[in-house]
């Protein structure tokens, strides 16, 4: 948790702005990097909050067909998965906590971004809207 807490804290850390068909910014998140298995199989699993505006980005090495499931995960959150482009292709919304469901979208994505439950709602973000990183290369290390 000490390394998502300095990015919540530290401007200049890994960030991910999510950004309207009409380049306005709807949200900017300080992030967490899950770019190898081993971070991504963890994910935010253990965690007994999120910070405001921060989150966890997993980045794989070529898109693939993501699934996720919330075991062992306290914390209720909002999925955004991104294809290779950095497009939002598809949001799950309030996934709950500790279920072993898979979560998925249609389609490839390379890039999910994990968020507290209710920040799309909040910021309006939709399918479509784009990602832009700040502060980090999104190279998997696998």
């Known amino acids: ?10 401007p200049d850390g890994p960030q991910v702005a999510i950004v309207g068909p009409d380049n306005r910014t ?19 699993m253990y965690r007994r909050d999120l910070p405001a505006d921060s989150g966890m980005l997993f980045v794989f090495k070529t898109p693939v067909h993501a699934s996720f499931w ?26 709950e906590p500790y279920s072993d469901a898979p979560l998925d979208v249609a389609g490839s994505s390379q890039f999910v971004l994990e968020v507290n439950a209710g920040f799309c709602a909040r910021h309006g973000i939709k399918a479509g809207d784009r990602m832009e990183f700040y502060g980090f290369s999104p190279n998997p290390q696998d």
């Open 1 to 10: 948790m000490l390394a998502l807490m300095q990015c919540a804290r530290t």
């Open 70 to 95: 919330m075991h062992n995960t306290q914390i209720p959150l909002d999925m955004i998965f991104a294809a290779a482009d950095r497009r939002v292709i598809g949001i799950i919304p309030n996934a």
């Open 26 to 44: 709807r949200a900017r998140v300080a992030v967490e990097l899950a770019q190898n298995d081993r971070q991504r199989e963890r994910g935010l």
